[in-house]
């Protein structure tokens, strides 16, 4: 089993910065099974969106609606991942859930679209609130 825990959310003005952290905790064969991890986010009343993605030799990828703003990246000696956001919109304000996602097929196919699929994900984050006001 392991668990993911984030932080690093808050409120920021419109055009500003934040970094989420994502600490993964668990027995070192669960933490190896993983083969990438990615971010989503939720907004009210929509639904829960993949937003980026990192397999395990470090290739990212992202959708339009976040590419050349957002940067997912990881540290594996300390077992945490993080997304750097930058130029931040009203719009991006949702709460982000970091995820894991263990099937290497997968994984592979999050890298080709940009981000994983709900059905992916095998241990999900507890989410971290990012606000940002116009």
């Known amino acids: 089993q392991v668990q993911l825990v984030e932080s690093g959310g808050g409120s920021v003005q419109a055009g500003g910065s934040l970094r989420l952290s994502c600490a993964a905790f668990?027995?070192?064969?669960?933490?190896?099974?993983?083969?990438?991890m990615g971010w989503f986010r939720q907004a009210p009343g929509k639904e829960r969106e993949g937003i980026s993605v990192?397999?395990?030799?470090?290739?990212?990828s992202y959708p339009d609606s976040v590419k050349g703003r957002f940067i997912i990246s990881q540290d594996n000696a300390k077992k945490t991942l993080y997304l750097q956001m930058i130029s931040l919109k009203p719009e991006d304000t949702a709460s982000y859930y970091c995820?894991?996602?263990?099937?290497?097929?997968?994984?592979?196919?999050?890298?080709?679209?940009?981000?994983?699929?709900?059905?992916?994900?095998?241990?999900w984050g507890q989410g971290t609130q990012v606000t940002v006001s116009s």
């Open positions: 995820a894991a996602g263990r099937s290497k097929s997968s994984c592979q196919d999050a890298i080709r679209r940009g981000f994983l699929l709900l059905s992916d994900v095998y241990y």
């Open positions: 668990g027995y070192s064969w669960s933490i190896d099974s993983i083969d990438c």
């Open positions: 990192i397999d395990r030799d470090g290739s990212t």
